[in-house]
């Protein structure tokens, strides 16, 4: 079992930045998966990013093309935390941020039902 707990959402300006953060609970965090998504009023939820480990011992990250170049996903194993750098925010950023975990590794999983756990989320919202 694995609990996670998202923080860091708020209310910024377009141009700003912001880092979430997800602390997970569970005995083998540093092989999950772990990506965040997120879910505007109305749409579905839609992947964002993830960071998957790989037999090297390092990690693979993955983008969404709608944040490719302004977001960064990095990890800590040793504190069980995953990190969304978000830069140059937009007004469409503006969601709920979901952190999920998966088992499975390769091919990095994008769509949600590919995710066994969730964290409860937090708001971003990008004002203009």
């Known amino acids: 079992q694995v609990q996670l707990v998202e923080s860091g959402g708020g209310l910024v300006q377009a141009g700003d930045s912001l880092r979430l953060s997800c602390v997970a609970s569970?005995?083998?965090?540093?092989?999950?998966?772990m990506g965040w998504f997120r879910q505007a009023p109305g749409k579905e939820r839609e992947f964002v990013a993830a960071t998957s480990w790989r037999p090297d011992n390092t990690y693979y990250a993955n983008y969404a093309d709608s944040v490719k170049g302004r977001f960064t996903i990095s990890r800590d194993n040793a504190k069980s935390t995953i990190y969304l750098q978000m830069n140059s925010l937009k007004p469409e950023d503006t969601a709920a941020y979901y952190c999920?975990?998966?088992?499975?590794?390769?091919?990095?999983?994008?769509?949600?039902?590919?995710?066994?756990?969730w964290g409860q989320g937090t708001q971003v919202t990008v004002s203009s």
């Open positions: 999920a975990a998966s088992a499975i590794r390769m091919p990095v999983p994008v769509v949600p039902a590919a995710y066994n756990y």
């Open positions: 569970g005995r083998t965090f540093s092989t999950y998966t």
